[in-house]
Structure formats: C-alpha cells, structure tokens
C-alpha cells in the first residue's frame, strides 16, 4: 500500500485485512491529515453509493421479448424438430429392417408359422415367399445398406468435424 | 411488478420454455443493464441496442449459464462484451465523422450546462455528469462496484481480469472521478460568479 488515500479506500471497501483495519482506526482518530481525508473520501464514497441508474424505455421488455420471438419463428424447421422423434422414426425403421431380414434369411420356417395359422373366414393371404425371393426384396434390401451406411458416413463426419 | 422468483428459478422456467420468465429476468435487470450500456455509448438509442442485443445474446445462451456465479455477474459480462464490440463496430463505420459529432455533443453539452444553471441540480446530477466523462472501462468498474451488487471478484469475472488489477482500476477510477467533480463543480460556481 502507498498512499493515504488508498489505504483510507480499502478501509472503506473493507478489503483490507484485520491487523491494517485496526491500525487506520487508529490513524483516524489521531491523525489530523488521515481524519480530513478520511471525512472526504467517506462524503465522496456516499455520493456515489446514492447515484441514479438510468431508466430503459417504457417499451423495453416488450422489444426485447418481441425480438426473441421473431428470432425464435425465423428459426430453420431443422433447429427446432425434437431429436426423440427422429430417433424414434429411426428405431422404427431400423426393427422393420431387422425383422424383413430375418423372415427373409430364415424363409422355410416362415412358410411353416404361416402353415399353423387359422383363418376362420376365406380370405386369400397373399403368398410372401415369391416376394423374400424376388428381386425386388434384394433391391429393397441393397437400397437399405446404401442408406445405412450413407448416414453413417454422415454420423461420422459430423462427429469428426464437432471434435475438431 | 417484480417477480417472486429467484434468477434461477426464472432461468429454469425459461429453459422449460416459459417465455414469460424470461421478461420477468429483462424486467428485473433491465435498468443495471442500460446504465452499463450508456457507460459505453453515451447516447439512450446506442445503449438501448447494446442493452437488447445483451438480453437477446444471454437468452440464445441461457442453456450454458452453469450457475457457478451470480447471474447478474454473467449477464454483465454479456453487456461488455457486447458493448465493446458495438464500440469498436462504431469506431471503424464513423471514424470520419467522429470529431463532427464530438464536437456537437461538447455544443450541446456546455449549452445544456448554462441552461440548467438556473435549476438546484442535485449531488447525483453531477456525478453521473462526471461518470459519462470518464472512459467506458472506468465508468464500468465504478458502476458495477456501487451500483452493480458486485464484490471485487465478480467485477473480475465480468470484465475477464485479476481481482487485484481490478483493485487498482477502481481506485484509479475513482480518482479520475473525484477530479472531473471537482473540476465540474469549480466552472459550474465560476459560471454561477
């Protein structure tokens, strides 16, 4: 510390430690100099404890929030779509795919589960071994793995341009 | 009417998406948040910018506000940053007319002086005349400090410096004050002789 004044402003900020407190109180009450300076930073120190903030416009709150919500409709469809839904489309397909593959893969067993069904009523079901078997299911399934690994690739993309 | 709720739980409303909420923050801030403007930009339309451009900053980024300090800390440090970069936008678009303006301020300054010579101008007239002479970063401390509810530390976290660095700024802003006061009040008895 260096001056009178500003020992005599950490006394007053109360940032000075208990053993410099003491000795300023000291100072105070003896010190002719100390006590005139003291009396004027303590006036000076009032003065700007009961300064005036300055009022915002009566609209301010108003302005703002409307702000906000114009930012917030402006906002791409993209930002605001709820990523559970996504992940939920994405389980979705992901069970249906898995499900095809394994009547698809295990075929012969599936003519036999469809064997033991009972349909009281005469209703032609329509033969799904000819479908496993054709080309369109391989299409379909092809077209599945490009898909999959083609957001994959897009995953991992993300995901290294994020850690970067 | 001011909000019963903390900054916290008003913080944790907005999140839910309680709009509402949020103006009760804007409400509750928004007087600390203009004076810190006006520090900066001297004029109400300037700092009503800056001070809606920092409301509108601490909503888009109220996910990240962890609630390690007060709230006000982070909205004030907001408010600086935003401020000085609307100080430095304005010094590279005007930086050809800026002695044009400044010279009509000073004009319009000393006419509103001998204008208001007639009237009992109060103690805190003349401090917040001699708190807009000063430089921006020392009327910031001396604001946040007396007005702002803000320990040493806090004001250190706001403008990004050491508690003691902002120690040292404070009692030099504070002398700068002081002598711009004095100085005021010396020509205002002058004038009144």
Request: hydrophobic content about 40%; proline content about 3%; overall charge negative.
């Amino acid at each position: 510390m260096n001056s009178i004044e500003e020992k005599l402003w950490n006394y007053l900020d109360g940032t000075c430690s208990p053993e410099e407190h003491e000795e300023i109180s000291r100072l105070i009450t003896t010190d002719q100099t100390y006590q005139q300076k003291y009396q004027e930073l303590l006036a000076f120190n009032q003065e700007l404890e009961s300064m005036e903030l300055d009022a915002p416009p009566m609209a301010f709150t108003y302005n703002v929030m409307e702000a906000i919500r114009t930012e917030e409709a402006s906002k791409p469809l993209k930002a605001s779509i709820d990523h559970r839904i996504i992940k939920a489309i994405a389980a979705f397909f992901i069970g249906t795919i898995a499900i095809l593959l394994m009547i698809a893969l295990t075929g012969n067993h599936a003519e036999n589960v469809h064997a033991t069904v009972q349909i009281p009523v005469k209703v032609q079901l329509p033969t799904l071994t000819g479908y496993f078997s054709s080309p369109i299911l391989k299409g379909f399934l092809f077209f599945d793995v490009v898909l999959a690994l083609f957001l994959f690739d897009g995953y991992l993309r993300k995901k290294h341009t994020v850690v970067l | 009417m001011q909000s019963k709720f903390s900054d916290i739980e008003l913080i944790e409303q907005t999140l839910q998406g309680n709009q509402a909420a949020y103006a009760d923050l804007v409400k509750r801030h928004q007087r600390f948040v203009f004076t810190l403007a006006m520090r900066f930009t001297k004029t109400r339309e300037d700092a009503e910018e800056v001070a809606q451009d920092s409301f509108i900053k601490a909503y888009r980024s109220l996910q990240s506000f962890q609630g390690q300090s007060k709230f006000s800390t982070w909205l004030y440090s907001i408010v600086y940053t935003t401020a000085m970069t609307f100080l430095r936008k304005r010094r590279l678009d005007t930086s050809s007319i800026d002695d044009a303006n400044n010279h009509l301020q000073l004009e319009n300054q000393s006419g509103g002086f001998k204008n208001d010579l007639a009237e009992n101008k109060s103690r805190s007239y003349y401090v917040n005349q001699a708190i807009e002479q000063l430089m921006p970063d020392d009327a910031m401390i001396i604001t946040l400090f007396y007005k702002g509810e803000q320990s040493l530390e806090e004001i250190a976290v706001t403008l990004g410096l050491e508690p003691n660095n902002v120690k040292v700024k404070l009692f030099r802003a504070r002398q700068r004050l002081k002598e711009k006061l004095e100085r005021n009040l010396k020509h205002e008895v002058s004038e009144l002789i």
